[in-house]
């Protein structure tokens, strides 16, 4: 199927949302992903998106449902793979 490019569009960019449950600690009272940093480390290594881009900055490295990096295949270039605690998202 050939591809077909419409001059007007009547969508610029698509976007898909994953959200997951968070682990609350108690002691904290605070919600936590548990699992982030080695999501973050494994979905680095077997993505072929080899341009990452850190939005934190020190002391917001766990804030939950905000992504925290993003993943380009070509430097700010669409399709974009964001993650962050609690969140996954596809803007394309």
């Not at 199927?1 to 009547?10: G, K, T």
């Not at 108690?26 to 494994?42: H, M, R, T």
């Not at 490295?61 to 996954?88: A, D, M």
């Amino acid at each position: 199927m050939s591809e077909v490019r419409l001059n007007n569009a009547p969508l610029k960019e698509v976007i898909f949302e994953l959200h997951w449950g968070l682990d609350f600690i108690p002691e904290q009272n605070v919600f936590v992903d548990i699992g982030f940093e080695d999501a973050l480390f494994s979905f680095q290594n077997n993505c072929d998106y080899k341009y990452v881009r850190s939005l934190h900055k020190s002391g917001e490295r766990n804030i939950t449902n905000v992504v925290s990096h993003r993943f380009y295949k070509v430097k700010n270039s669409y399709p974009i793979y964001q993650l962050g605690p609690g969140v996954f998202t596809v803007n394309d």
